[in-house]
């Protein structure tokens, strides 16, 4: 089966489209799973966008009051294969890491973009969004593993924001997967790792006379 995102891989797994058809939800196809001529997201825009790794991938939020620019919460779903396994049907822990790391990535995406809109309106920039190249690194990554992550499966990454501060932002995720799947029962849900991470937006370059 060759790599789809957007909706439609997901609407085919009940407990997904369920999460996915709830009115006040937005959904997007991240932006790092579309190739770039500047080889940016090359990870997961090309490597990791295969059969065998990463199949499909989708990220949602609830859409926030009018009042509210912030996103503090977004979801981001991905179709897992068997080739970027550690042991037999279990993910490596280090692509658990790029997973979680990712969905983190999500929730800031979602903000800068949101952020962006919000700054045209005001006549501050331009454009329909952000320029590419502008975000943060990450800083520090705590992972928490608990379960293993079980492959090949759908997985399901969470972030929210625990504070932001300046040129910082402090993220909390989780990875969690459904257990026990039948055609009647959507499962018990499970948390497979937790973490928590610092992302650090560069300081702005000074021009040079």
Not at 8 to 26: D, N, T, Y
Not at 29 to 40: I, Y
Not at 104 to 112: K, P, V, Y
Request: with cysteine; glycine share 8%; proline share 8%.
């Amino acid at each position: 089966m060759a790599p789809e995102d957007g909706n439609a891989p997901f609407l085919r797994i009940p407990w997904a489209a369920a999460l996915l058809k709830r009115p006040e939800v937005v959904w997007f196809t991240p932006t790092s799973r579309k190739r770039k001529q500047s080889g940016e997201d090359s990870l997961f825009a090309e490597i990791l966008k295969t059969p065998r790794t990463i199949r499909s991938c989708i990220s949602f939020y609830s859409r926030p009051p009018p009042s509210s620019i912030q996103i503090d919460e977004v979801h981001t779903i991905m179709t897992i294969g068997d080739g970027m396994n550690g042991h037999p049907d279990t993910m490596h822990g280090g692509i658990v890491a790029s997973i979680i790391d990712e969905g983190m990535g999500m929730l800031q995406l979602a903000n800068h973009e949101r952020e962006h809109i919000a700054a045209v309106s005001r006549g501050q920039a331009e454009g329909e969004l952000p320029p590419l190249g502008v975000g943060t690194y990450t800083a520090q990554l705590n992972i928490r593993y608990i379960k293993p992550v079980a492959t090949p499966a759908p997985v399901i990454v969470t972030a929210k924001y625990i504070k932001r501060h300046g040129r910082k932002e402090w993220i909390y995720a989780e990875v969690k997967q459904r257990a026990g799947l039948t055609e009647d029962y959507d499962g018990e849900e499970i948390v497979c790792a937790t973490a928590e991470g610092l992302f650090i937006e560069p300081r702005p370059k000074k021009n040079k006379l």
